[in-house]
């Protein structure tokens, strides 16, 4: 006999700040389904503003694994498998740990329901998929912030040091003042000065950071690792 359903459901941050796949329409989707088929829902529980690309991070799915583990119920149901996973490795772990206790994961939308054969056969497919398409995007990503960079086009909430936001509010110029300051650093870490020792030599020189705060050894490797390469 079923001890009832506990349905997830998450949105992550770039879905929110777009005003795509919201929290309250996979919960109504997920309620009227188990309605029709007579699931007792025990609990919804959200993820919300939180990527799927792993489950440590996601303290609404290690719920819903916790009250699978504990046997509180035996159904887990998702509007659609990316709502709960976009790594094979972990959707097919779970679905398996889920098999063995005689567990059943229902998609709405896709549909899969792992307790037939040709559920678990697209769940798989499904799971390979959309961690196919997580890294893809990855890789999107990452090449268009790599062309943001060659342009000198701000690609986030800091600004390195060394420049400043040119009047388009788009793209980056090189700060005059700051470029100074950038030329000592160069100078002193060639002479063989420790990141240390650079910072305590602009401390007393009585130069500050972007946010107004003395100089430490990490924000002057910070000068390396992210000005020096904005501005190669």
Request: with cysteine.
């Amino acid at each position: 006999m079923s001890t009832g359903a506990v349905g997830y459901v998450r949105v992550s941050s770039e879905e929110q700040a777009k005003g795509g796949i919201s929290l309250e329409m996979q919960a109504t989707k997920i309620r009227a389904y188990c309605e029709l088929n007579d699931l007792n829902l025990v609990e919804l529980v959200a993820d919300e503003g939180i990527s799927a690309k792993d489950i440590e991070h996601r303290p609404g799915f290690l719920r819903c694994l916790e009250m699978l583990d504990n046997e509180q119920v035996d159904t887990l149901i998702v509007w659609r498998v990316d709502r709960a996973f976009r790594s094979t490795i972990d959707a097919l772990t779970v679905r398996n740990t889920m098999e063995r206790k005689g567990q059943t994961l229902i998609s709405i939308t896709d549909p899969v329901e792992t307790s037939t054969a040709s559920g678990k056969l697209q769940y798989g497919i499904k799971a390979v998929l959309n961690e196919y398409e997580r890294d893809l995007i990855s890789e999107r990503t990452k090449a268009a912030l790599e062309q943001k960079r060659a342009n000198r086009e701000k690609t986030g909430g800091v600004v390195p040091y060394g420049f400043r936001i040119a009047s388009d509010g788009i793209h980056l110029e090189i700060d005059p003042e700051e470029a100074q300051v950038v030329a000592l650093v160069l100078d002193l870490h060639e002479a063989g000065v420790s990141y240390r020792g650079i910072a305590k030599r602009l401390n007393q020189d009585g130069y500050t950071t972007k946010t107004g705060h003395p100089w430490n050894h990490r924000t002057v490797g910070r000068v390396f690792a992210v000005t020096l390469k904005w501005a190669a």
